[in-house]
């Protein structure tokens, strides 16, 4: 298998990531996959009030 001269990250292990330019890989920051996946306050509250003002929209337009 022939391959080019490619100006690229092999150690990135994905194909957008290495094609990024090193200056931009630099600021990325390596996020655990368990952190992702962690529910915050944050989530709770962005969901209880989204969940409220849908059902306030929706008694309103019933009414």
């Not at 298998?1 to 600021?27: C, G, I, Q």
């Not at 003002?53 to 019933?62: E, N």
């Amino acid at each position: 298998m022939r391959r080019s001269l490619v100006l690229s990250d092999e150690s990135a292990r994905h194909w957008f990531r290495s094609s990024l330019p090193p200056h931009v890989k630099r600021d990325l920051l390596p996020i655990p996959a368990e952190a992702l996946w962690r529910l915050t306050m944050s989530d709770v509250r962005g969901f209880a009030s989204t969940y409220v003002a849908l059902t306030a929209a929706i008694f309103v337009f019933i009414l």
